[in-house]
């Protein structure tokens, strides 16, 4: 079984998870009901795509 | 490059991939509207589009090519009874995947697969771009399309009329 030889520091450990960062979605605005909204994605909000209705809201 | 990977394995074998795709179209004909995933959506798609086709011939024998897929006979009497019908104006691409997000569960990009059964809009002004109602009344950028077109075969005509001036049409048609 591999073991650690040596224990090792605490800025050792965090240095390599600075890069452990988390990127922000991309959100665009629905053009039906201004909420925010994945891009190529229906909206969550009203159900619309595209100037159409898809699903509804309620529904899901 | 994902050149010619044509077939969505999704993980299964063929005869479990074909079982669970019938399956699927056969849901897609009754409901009209199916959510799945993102990757079954696709896989999904070309499928149903080509039963739709073959259908459209409505000869025996494309009867019996679609009957292949479609084994549920209820089904099948409504896919040629109400769906077909529907997509006369239509010759190609009869179903639609929009994204629609995330399951919750296992955050598994989720689709919405649709049959494309409303009526299709020509535009006067561009033949042969067919949009929907919805599209052609909201977009801007279709609406601006067609003056250009007018102006731009005015410019040509009084450039030829003016004589060959090679920079000149160019520098207009900017």
Known sequence: MPLPKRRHSRTRGRKRRTNWTMTLPNVSECQHCHN??????????CGYYNGRQIIDVKEV | MGHRDK?????????????MLANMAMSLFTHRVIKTTDAKAKALKPLVDRLISTGKQDTLHAKRMVARTIHN????????????????????????VVKLG????????????????????VDTDEK??????AKSTDSLPKKAAPKPKAPKSTVKAVSKAAGKGSSAPSTKNK
């Open chain 2, 73 to 96: 006979k209820e089904v099948f009497k409504k896919l040629f009874a109400e769906i077909i019908p529907q997509f006369t104006d239509r010759t190609s691409g009869f179903t639609r």
């Open chain 2, 128 to 133: 042969g771009k067919k949009e929907k109602k």
């Open chain 1, 36 to 45: 925010p909204k994945l891009p190529h994605h229906i909206c969550t909000h």
């Open chain 2, 102 to 121: 995330v399951r919750k569960g296992d955050g598994a990009p989720i689709s919405v697969v649709e049959l494309l059964t409303e009526k299709v809009v």
């Open chain 2, 7 to 19: 077939i969505h394995k999704l993980g299964r074998t063929k005869p479990h991939r074909e079982a």
